[in-house]
C-alpha cells in the first residue's frame, strides 16, 4: 500500500526564506515527490497535521487547495489498483500528470521539426543531436516535462560531463536546446512557467580562445604556393576573400553567386542569421574574384567552385549537408598550408572571420561597423573582438618594462 503525505522540503528553501509544498508517495521504499506549486514560510507550515497555520494568510483556501490535491493522488492509487496488480510511487505521478505535463521528448522532437520546415538545419541537427543523447540516457523509459526538475539536470549534468566526457559549452548548448523547448510549450500553455527548472538552474559557459592571424601570418599564408587549380589553391584563396571581406562564413562563400557581386559589392543573405550584408569588396578580394570569373558563367553560378553540381540545393538538408563537407575538406587543407608555413595555430575556416574582425579594428574601423559588416544580432558578441586587440595593444606597452 502506497503511503502518501504533504511536506515541506526544507532543503529547498530558496534565497526569500520559502520553501516547497510536495505530495510524498512512498511505496516499498520507493518514493516519489509531486510538487504543488506552493512555497511557504517553514513557520507557517504544521508537519504534524500537514497543513498550513492560521498565521499564514489565506491559509483557509490553501488547506482547501492541498486536500483537494491529496484527494486527486490517492483517487489516482485507488484507479491504478484496480487497473494494476502492483502499481509504483512514479505510476501514480504518471497518471496525476499524464493530462498536465507533455511527454518531454515526444514533444520535442516534434516541436524541433519546425527548424527543419524553415530551413534552419543547423538548429534541426543541434536540438536533436541533444534530445537523441537524452533519449540513450534514458533507454526507453517514459520522461515527461514534469519529470525535468532541479534534480534530474544536476544527474543528468554530472552523466554527460563524466561518463561522455562534454565540456562546459556542450553542456551549455544541449541545456539551452531544453530551455527553449520548455519556454516554449509554456507559452502554449502546455505546461505551467512555475514548473520551468531553468528559472533557478543557471547554465554556464566557458570562454573559448579565438584564433586569428597576424598582418604577418596572413601575409605568410597567401604567399603559400599551392598547386594551381587544385582544391587547396581554391580553399587558401576563399579563406584569404574572408579574411579581407567581411570575414563571410563559409557557408556563405558557398553559395555566393555572381548576382550577389555588382563589380564593387558584395550582397547576400548570410546563412546562419538571415542578416543581409553588403561588404565593398578591398583590392585584394577583388583580385581573387577576377581568378574566377569565365566567359561562360552567367549570374545564377557561384563565384567559387566549391559545391558539387547536379544537386537539388534549394533542400536546405542537402544544402547543409554539402556545405559541412566541403568545410570539412577545407579545414584539411588550411591545416595542411598551416603546417607548411610554420604558423604554430590550430586554425580553421572560422579563423578566417575572427582574422577579419581583429584586422578591421586595429586599423581603426568603428566597433559598430564592424558589427553590422560581420552581420552580428548584438553589438556584444563584437566587443570579444575588441578585447582581443586591447589585450595584444597592452602587450605591446610591456616593451617599455623591458
Not at 555566393?256 to 564593387?264: M, Q, R, S, V
Not at 583580385?287 to 567559387?304: C, H, M, N, Q, T
Request: hydrophobic share 35%; net charge positive; charged share 30%.
Amino acid at each position: 500500500m502506497a503511503t502518501l503525505k504533504l511536506v515541506l522540503r526544507r532543503q529547498k528553501i530558496n534565497k526569500s526564506g520559502t520553501g516547497p509544498i510536495y505530495i510524498r508517495i512512498t511505496k516499498k521504499r520507493k518514493v516519489r515527490f509531486i510538487s504543488l506549486n506552493i512555497r511557504l514560510d517553514p513557520k507557517h507550515w504544521d508537519e504534524q497535521k500537514q497543513r498550513v497555520r492560521r498565521t499564514q494568510k489565506n491559509s483557509a483556501r490553501l488547506n482547501t487547495l492541498l486536500k483537494l490535491k491529496i484527494a486527486e493522488a490517492q483517487a489516482a492509487f485507488v484507479d491504478l489498483e484496480l487497473m494494476t496488480e502492483n502499481p509504483k510511487a512514479k505510476d501514480i505521478k504518471d497518471k496525476l500528470f499524464s493530462k498536465d505535463s507533455p511527454d518531454f521528448l515526444k514533444y520535442g522532437f516534434e516541436y524541433i521539426d519546425m527548424y527543419k520546415r524553415r530551413g534552419k538545419v543547423r538548429t534541426y541537427k543541434r536540438f536533436r543531436s541533444a534530445l537523441n543523447k537524452l533519449k540513450a540516457y534514458l533507454e526507453g523509459k517514459e520522461f515527461l516535462m514534469e519529470d525535468m526538475d532541479i534534480t534530474f539536470l544536476k544527474k543528468y549534468e554530472r552523466y554527460i560531463r563524466n561518463d561522455l566526457g562534454n565540456c562546459t559549452n556542450t553542456v551549455n548548448t544541449d541545456f539551452k536546446s531544453f530551455r527553449r523547448i520548455i519556454n516554449e510549450a509554456i507559452e502554449l500553455d502546455l505546461f505551467p512557467y512555475t514548473k520551468n527548472p531553468f528559472i533557478r538552474y543557471k547554465l554556464g559557459w566557458e570562454k573559448t580562445k579565438k584564433v586569428f592571424l597576424t598582418e604577418n601570418e596572413l601575409k605568410a599564408f597567401e604567399e603559400f604556393k599551392a598547386e594551381p587549380g587544385s582544391k587547396r589553391a581554391l580553399h587558401q584563396d576563399i579563406f584569404t576573400f574572408a579574411c579581407y571581406v567581411g570575414g563571410l562564413r563559409i557557408s556563405d562563400l558557398c553559395c555566393l553567386k555572381w548576382i550577389n557581386f555588382d563589380g564593387t559589392h558584395i550582397m547576400c543573405s548570410t546563412i546562419k542569421t538571415g542578416s543581409v550584408v553588403s561588404i565593398k569588396v578591398p583590392k585584394r578580394g577583388l583580385a581573387i574574384l577576377e581568378k574566377y570569373k569565365a566567359p561562360d558563367r552567367g549570374s545564377s553560378d557561384y563565384i567559387f567552385p566549391i559545391m558539387k553540381e547536379g544537386l537539388d540545393y534549394t533542400d536546405p538538408v542537402t544544402r547543409q549537408n554539402m556545405i559541412n563537407s566541403r568545410n570539412v575538406y577545407a579545414n584539411k587543407d588550411l591545416k595542411f598550408i598551416a603546417k607548411s608555413i610554420g604558423l604554430g595555430k590550430h586554425i580553421s575556416f572560422h579563423s578566417s572571420r575572427h582574422t577579419w574582425a581583429t584586422r578591421a579594428l586595429r586599423k581603426g574601423m568603428r566597433i559598430e561597423y564592424v558589427s553590422r559588416l560581420m552581420g552580428h544580432a548584438s553589438i556584444r558578441t563584437t566587443q570579444i573582438y575588441a578585447k582581443i586587440v586591447n589585450e595584444d595593444l597592452d602587450r605591446a606597452m610591456d616593451v617599455f618594462d623591458e
